[in-house]
DNA sequence: CGGGACGCCTGTGAGC
DNA sequence: TGCTCACAGGCGTCCC
């Protein structure tokens, strides 16, 4: 048996993001792009040439899924651009990204060796870091426009959607043969549960993450749902102390260490019942759960 | 069409 | 101590 690994990449989540989407907001909105510098080259490219960027202003952020839309309104200003043409940038941050603004009269540090996108603004810097370069981002139209509207179309509801009823959810997941963790992981019903989210819900719920999507009961649904609802949701609180270590190379922040039951804590007693945590692989993925716990 | 496998990347640490 | 190598993960894409 293997020990358990003390080292968990802190990932940009669901909560990270929409962390990041809060705190940039402020600062970005209504600034107005001087240049932008590209890296080397991430998931996809741009789609649009950086010059055509310059002058344009940012509108309101907003998030769906894991994705960040920074909206960009054409400075009438710009001759070519004077149609009042709009677009903007679909951020997402993969595995490692993460943004940061450096406030224009504060020192900016040079660009990094994994700093891939700066957005140089009236109002500031603004940098993505990606080492691992899973991220992306992407110039589209409209949200409903490709290439934007292509990658959004399969996400499922947000957690906090009102639409998002436990009557809904157990319709979405009753034709589903897939493992109820693989159908959870795939974000085409709700968005924002990834590996260690899943984990945990699976956990909170008492729910063997292998058992199949369509075999659970109503009541069981229900409570999986509200544990996926409750699990973002407190990570969302401590999304800021978790935000704060983003920049870690390795290692979860420790608010976020210290909530996880099952997640990366193979062979360690269950802190519910004692019984040693397994760990298993499902689509090519380490599944963590308690064989006391989580019943089929 | 659902579902499973793959590949993209690099830092990390276990093991030799 | 230095090197190699498996591993971590989101998600689009490909294939069955």
């Not at 941050?93 to 009236?122: E, K, Q, W």
């Not at 719920?205 to 973002?232: F, K, M």
Request: hydrophobic share 40%; net charge positive.
């Amino acid at each position: 048996m293997k020990t358990p690994r003390a080292n968990n990449a802190a990932m940009p989540e669901l909560p990270e993001v929409e962390v990041t989407r809060q705190t940039l907001a402020p600062a970005l909105e209504g600034s107005r792009i001087q240049s932008m510098e590209l890296g080397k080259p991430l998931r996809w490219p741009l789609g649009i040439d950086v010059a055509r960027l310059q002058g344009c202003v940012f509108g309101p952020l907003q998030r769906r899924g894991k994705y960040l839309w920074m909206p960009l309104l054409h400075d009438a200003l710009t001759p070519a651009a004077s149609a009042s043409s709009a677009g903007g940038l679909l951020m997402h941050l993969g595995m490692s990204g993460s943004l940061g603004f450096a406030p224009a009269g504060s020192l900016v540090v040079a660009a990094g060796p994994h700093d891939h996108v700066r957005i140089r603004t009236n109002s500031g810097v603004l940098t993505l870091t990606d080492p691992r370069r899973f991220g992306a981002v992407v110039w589209s139209e409209d949200l409903a426009t490709p290439p934007a509207s292509k990658l959004l179309a399969s996400l499922g509801r947000e957690p906090d959607d009102p639409a998002l009823t436990a009557e809904w959810f157990h319709e979405q997941i009753h034709g589903r043969r897939a493992p109820i963790k693989q159908v959870l992981l795939a974000g085409d019903v709700v968005v924002g549960a990834g590996n260690i989210y899943a984990c945990e819900a699976l956990f909170d719920a008492g729910i063997d993450p292998r058992l199949r999507a369509e075999r659970l009961s109503r009541p069981r649904a229900a409570r999986l749902l509200q544990a996926v609802q409750h699990t973002l949701a407190q990570a969302l609180a401590l999304g800021g102390s978790t935000l704060r270590d983003f920049r870690d190379a390795h290692g979860m922040s420790g608010a976020f260490q210290d909530q996880a039951r099952v997640y990366g804590r193979e062979g360690l007693p269950c802190t519910s019942c004692g019984t040693p945590i397994r760990r298993v692989v499902m689509g090519q993925r380490s599944t963590f759960y308690c064989p006391t716990c989580q019943r089929r």
